[in-house]
């Protein structure tokens, strides 16, 4: 039985102080012990947060890490760095990093290993543009992207791995791919999951959806046999809203 995992990606929101200010907040909330709770924070915030989080259930993530564990790579923040703050989540490949940084999947492979080989799990993004999704070219883009960032990682780890699908063209938009959309794909995932690898890590992946995701459409979502859970961006700046995806079930 797969542990449903929804995950708040703050983006580059929140300067330490606020993010403090809103751990708290999300504490206090009566939150779903059976859902897994992630909150993916700036760099300047995760060690205050760490902080905070020591004896709680909501588990920490950061938004991006080089592949290097140290080194003349000024402005990257390395895997080692993250695990000695007790990082338990790492996101690798947001369409944003591919998109605005240039981020290829020869790069995110790199990176998918280090998190691994450090005893972070990586959160891997994929997902088409809206020219691909018109062109009927979905499925060739992610399997492309999967297969080439997850080449040489072995199957045990990948039974770990959380795989986020966010077509590009619902993030942050408004737009969203439908529930029914959203479990094609995600079930498409899993059957590529299954093709590289073997059934039982197929499996044992956890298959979130990410694109404008918010407390009025996340039950829906969440009922699909194939979506594990969530990737979500502006709904989860606020506790009240965070609290309301993370217990989708109440």
């Given at each position: 039985m797969r542990k449903p995992i929804i995950a708040g990606n703050w983006k580059m929101?929140?300067?330490?102080s606020e993010s403090i200010e809103l751990v708290k907040e999300i504490l206090k909330e009566d939150l779903d012990g059976d859902v897994e709770q992630v909150v993916i924070v700036p760099f300047t915030s995760i060690y205050p947060i760490t902080e905070?989080?020591?004896?709680?259930d909501l588990k920490l993530g950061a938004q991006n890490m080089y592949f290097e564990e140290s080194g003349a790579y000024t402005g990257e923040v390395?895997?080692?760095m993250l695990k000695d703050l007790d990082v338990d989540y790492v996101i690798v490949g947001h369409s944003e990093r591919r998109e605005i940084f240039n981020e290829d999947d020869n790069l995110l492979n790199k990176k998918v290993a280090s998190a691994f080989s450090h005893g972070l799990i990586p959160i891997l993004c994929c997902g088409e543009t809206l020219e691909e999704r018109e062109e009927n070219k979905q499925e060739e883009k992610v399997k492309s992207q999967i297969a080439k960032d997850l080449e040489g990682i072995a199957a045990d780890n990948v039974k770990k791995l959380v795989i986020a699908y966010e077509p590009i063209w619902a993030i942050g938009t408004g737009k969203t791919a439908s529930s029914d959309d959203a479990e094609a794909m995600c079930g498409f995932i899993r059957g590529l999951i299954e093709e590289i690898y073997?059934?039982?890590t197929a499996d044992s992946?956890?298959?979130q959806y990410g694109g404008s995701v918010k407390p009025e459409n996340v039950k829906d979502i969440m009922s699909k046999e194939n979506i594990d859970g969530a990737l979500v961006g502006g709904a989860s700046l606020k506790s009240d809203s965070f609290a309301k995806l993370v217990n989708f079930e109440k």
């Amino acid at each position: 039985m797969r542990k449903p995992i929804i995950a708040g990606n703050w983006k580059m929101n929140n300067n330490p102080s606020e993010s403090i200010e809103l751990v708290k907040e999300i504490l206090k909330e009566d939150l779903d012990g059976d859902v897994e709770q992630v909150v993916i924070v700036p760099f300047t915030s995760i060690y205050p947060i760490t902080e905070l989080l020591k004896e709680e259930d909501l588990k920490l993530g950061a938004q991006n890490m080089y592949f290097e564990e140290s080194g003349a790579y000024t402005g990257e923040v390395s895997p080692l760095m993250l695990k000695d703050l007790d990082v338990d989540y790492v996101i690798v490949g947001h369409s944003e990093r591919r998109e605005i940084f240039n981020e290829d999947d020869n790069l995110l492979n790199k990176k998918v290993a280090s998190a691994f080989s450090h005893g972070l799990i990586p959160i891997l993004c994929c997902g088409e543009t809206l020219e691909e999704r018109e062109e009927n070219k979905q499925e060739e883009k992610v399997k492309s992207q999967i297969a080439k960032d997850l080449e040489g990682i072995a199957a045990d780890n990948v039974k770990k791995l959380v795989i986020a699908y966010e077509p590009i063209w619902a993030i942050g938009t408004g737009k969203t791919a439908s529930s029914d959309d959203a479990e094609a794909m995600c079930g498409f995932i899993r059957g590529l999951i299954e093709e590289i690898y073997d059934k039982e890590t197929a499996d044992s992946v956890r298959i979130q959806y990410g694109g404008s995701v918010k407390p009025e459409n996340v039950k829906d979502i969440m009922s699909k046999e194939n979506i594990d859970g969530a990737l979500v961006g502006g709904a989860s700046l606020k506790s009240d809203s965070f609290a309301k995806l993370v217990n989708f079930e109440k």
